[in-house]
């Protein structure tokens, strides 16, 4: 499984950003794709997610501000995000669950970074 994260940059507080993660592997054991972010001495924490049955969550700090979806092929997964705010400025990364050898593995792009300036 290969991911790549794009469409990170600086954007102004209230702007938006789409981000794109093109996938590449398997698609038969997908349990489910998210976004999840990082900033500086922070640990990395889920933003969004969305399972292999169409279930979505949010995390608290990006509902009705965020947006995940992907395509019918899980070849790529989007996060639109609106209503921008600095404390939204983060690496970026894709993430992808794999149902592998009766366990979960979890599969990462290389981030792509977001600035929200204010």
């Known amino acids: 499984v290969q991911l790549q994260a794009s469409g990170g940059g600086l954007v102004q507080v209230g702007g938006s950003l789409r981000l794109s993660c093109a996938a590449s592997?398997?698609?038969?054991?997908?349990?489910?794709m998210a976004w999840y972010r990082q900033a500086p001495g922070m640990q990395r924490t889920l933003v969004a997610r969305?399972?292999?049955?169409?279930?979505?969550n949010y995390s608290d700090f990006v509902k009705g501000r965020f947006t995940i979806s992907r395509d019918s092929a899980w070849n790529t997964l989007y996060l639109q995000m609106n209503s921008l705010k600095p404390e939204d400025t983060a690496v970026y990364y894709c993430?992808?669950?794999?149902?592998?050898?009766?366990?979960?593995?979890?599969?990462w792009g290389q981030g792509t970074q977001v600035t929200v300036s204010s």
């Open positions: 969305i399972t292999n049955n169409n279930m979505y």
């Open positions: 993430n992808r669950e794999m149902l592998e050898r009766g366990g979960l593995n979890n599969y």
């Open positions: 592997g398997s698609t038969s054991n997908i349990n489910a």
